[in-house]
């Protein structure tokens, strides 16, 4: 079955970077589109970053365009995001997506914190 694993999440300081990984199984990584998403606590899901299967063209959210890079390796399955020069508002829950078909599929999430 599809398995999204996230890590790299943790507690940074303003103006520092993370680098999340997700790592994919279950399905051919190469052939789908990928995305990050993010969620505060009583907020929407809301989407960060998106990638084709080739990695030709990335999106991002305005919120995030210039500090943020997605990338993938379809050779280890895995999708990156490189988050650099962190903001308070950006801390949040962080998930990859995988839609598969006409499904979607959730990693468990990994949790972010920009904190002084």
């Known amino acids: 079955q599809v398995q999204l694993v996230e890590s790299g999440g943790g507690l940074v300081q303003p103006g520092g970077s993370l680098r999340l990984s997700c790592t994919a199984s279950?399905?051919?990584?190469?052939?789908?589109?990928m995305s990050w998403y993010r969620q505060v606590s009583g907020k929407e899901r809301e989407l960060v970053a998106q990638i084709t299967n080739t990695g030709g063209i990335r999106n991002y959210a305005d919120s995030v365009k210039g500090r943020f890079t997605i990338s993938r390796d379809n050779a280890k399955n895995t999708v990156y995001l490189q988050m650099n020069s962190l903001k308070p508002e950006d801390t949040a829950v962080y998930y990859c997506?995988?839609?598969?078909?006409?499904?979607?599929?959730w990693g468990q999430g990994t949790q972010v914190t920009v904190s002084s």
């Open positions: 997506k995988a839609r598969v078909l006409v499904r979607s599929y």
């Open positions: 279950g399905f051919t990584f190469s052939s789908y589109a």
